[in-house]
């Protein structure tokens, strides 16, 4: 069997599992889920409409009207939403002078998933365009040019790779109780991604933006590739798993392959499509552990190329620095009259 055929990211040392239900006792164990920053960022982003008011932002889209119109999203649901992104300090509210509207600011926190963004369009936009034009151009106004960003080590600036990894238990690690209600969600809400605008973001979140979805690949890149495996690790419903893992065959992400015979199982497999989410992954990783973790990170990362620790940095192929929503600027290969305002960040 090649070993190359999984993507599989070596432990540096195998790690005792802290079983927080045992110690809790008596009688059924509490279900536990791993800790995980890229879980903890999915959380945030997975909700479609979320997601889809936080991209309008990154457009420059800053009044209630205006989302509004881009969106076509009811006002109840985008007050709910945008009342819910100011609590977890994604926006702030800005009063406007001489009126009683208020604006919505990305904070710090919120513009800073702008290289998630980046990382998950560039899939989109390598895998997921049906041949044609990815619906944007990215322009580094740092460097003047057409960019193609990709996520790369924090300390040699190699592009990741998710065998060149070693990841080990941080000082965050653990499991902790699952949350109630979390495997509810359907999975045909996926299509709600695509409201709006064109996009590789929305093209990427329809295939993982699921929140099991992306935790069936997690378990991929953590070399747990059988069903009984991810079921454990993850405490999902039976049903729900075989529904995940049959979309994500279906979309390209994983292949299966048949290891036993009578009663026949299968094992899956991530195929190139699949490894290229890896990028993502640790962007969200990223931001995950940088504004959700309280600074302990569950998971510590190792590039096996250059033998440092590191964190994910997104940064423009041609000058290498990390990219920023203020510093670029898009070209549009649609047109931008039919969704509202286009805001001033495009350019013809
Ligand atoms: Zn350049
Ligand atoms: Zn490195
Ligand atoms: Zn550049």
Redesign the pocket.
């Known amino acids: 069997m090649p070993r190359s055929a999984n993507a599989k990211i070596q432990r540096e040392r195998p790690a005792a599992r802290p079983v927080l239900s045992k110690a809790r006792g008596a009688g059924k164990a509490a279900r536990t889920e791993r800790n995980c920053s890229v879980a903890r960022t999915l959380d945030v982003v997975s909700d479609a409409w979320a997601f889809l008011i936080i991209r309008e932002a990154f457009f420059g889209t800053q009044t209630f009207e205006a989302f509004r119109a881009a969106l076509g999203i009811p006002r109840a649901t985008l007050t709910d939403r945008l009342r819910k992104l100011t609590r977890l300090s994604i926006f702030r509210q800005v009063a406007t002078p001489g009126s009683q509207r208020r604006e919505y600011r990305l904070t710090k926190m919120g513009f800073d998933l702008y290289p998630s963004f980046i990382a998950l369009m560039q899939f989109g936009d390598r895998w997921l365009t049906a041949g044609k034009a990815p619906p944007l151009t990215l322009v580094?106004m740092?460097?003047?040019?057409e960019?193609h960003p990709y996520v790369a080590c924090s300390s040699c600036g190699e592009k990741l790779n998710a065998r060149d990894v070693k990841y080990r238990d941080g000082p965050g690690a653990g499991r902790r109780p699952a949350k109630a209600g979390r495997n509810t969600r359907r999975a045909s809400d996926g299509s709600r991604f695509s409201l709006g605008r064109p996009s590789s973001v929305s093209r990427a979140l329809e295939i993982i933006g699921d929140k099991w979805s992306f935790m069936v690949v997690r378990e991929a890149f953590f070399g747990n590739r059988r069903y009984d495996k991810i079921q454990s690790e993850l405490a999902i419903a039976p049903n729900i798993l075989t529904d995940r893992l049959s979309r994500l065959v279906a979309s390209g992400v994983f292949h299966r392959r048949l290891y036993q015979n009578a009663p026949d199982r299968y094992e899956y497999l991530l195929t190139d499509m699949g490894l290229d989410l890896y990028g993502p992954f640790v962007a969200m990783l990223r931001w995950g552990d940088r504004w959700l973790a309280a600074n302990k990170p569950p998971l510590a990362l190792k590039h096996l190329t250059c033998g440092h620790d590191f964190f994910a940095a997104v940064i423009?192929?041609?000058?290498?620095?990390p990219?920023i929503a203020a510093d670029m600027k898009y070209k549009l290969t649609y047109d931008p009259k039919a969704f509202g305002a286009l805001g001033p960040r495009s350019i013809s």
């Open positions: 580094h740092t460097c003047g040019c960019s423009c192929d041609h000058c290498k620095k990219i």
